[in-house]
């Protein structure tokens, strides 16, 4: 089991930037397929990115493509979710997770969540 841990979250305004972060422990990190979930109030958890082990396959939904980037340090444990041109819909408790070593997308590939850290944009 990897215990994970994020951080970066706050408060930003339309328009902004913020980069989260998600430390890992507890397994070979570069193995395994890292994501980001998000969950608003009053609305079901939603995926947002993924990344390979590897680095090399990443996956984004549309509703945040062009604008998230999504990235890993091997190196380091960590994964990076780098949010451009924020929007007040982007609000929500956004959560990583790591999967198994098959590129997936879908909750159900993800073993392992976070805790959560709170993204609140404001207009």
């Known amino acids: 089991q990897v215990q994970l841990a994020e951080s970066g979250g706050g408060l930003a305004q339309a328009g902004g930037s913020l980069r989260l972060s998600c430390a890992a422990s507890?397994?070979?990190?570069?193995?395994?397929?890292m994501g980001w979930f998000r969950q608003a109030p009053g609305k079901e958890r939603e995926f947002v990115a993924a990344?390979?082990?590897?680095?090399?396959?990443?996956y984004w939904a549309d509703s945040v493509k062009g604008r998230f980037t999504i990235s890993r340090d091997n190196a380091k444990n960590t994964a990076y979710l780098q949010m451009n041109s924020l929007k007040p819909e982007d609000t929500a408790v956004y959560y990583c997770?790591?999967?198994?070593?098959?590129?997936?997308?879908?909750?159900?590939?993800?073993?392992?969540w976070g805790q959560g850290t709170q993204v609140t944009v404001s207009s």
């Open positions: 997770a790591n999967g198994g070593v098959a590129f997936g997308w879908r909750p159900a590939d993800f073993d392992s």
């Open positions: 507890g397994r070979t990190f570069s193995s395994y397929l």
């Open positions: 990344i390979s082990g590897s680095g090399t396959s990443t």
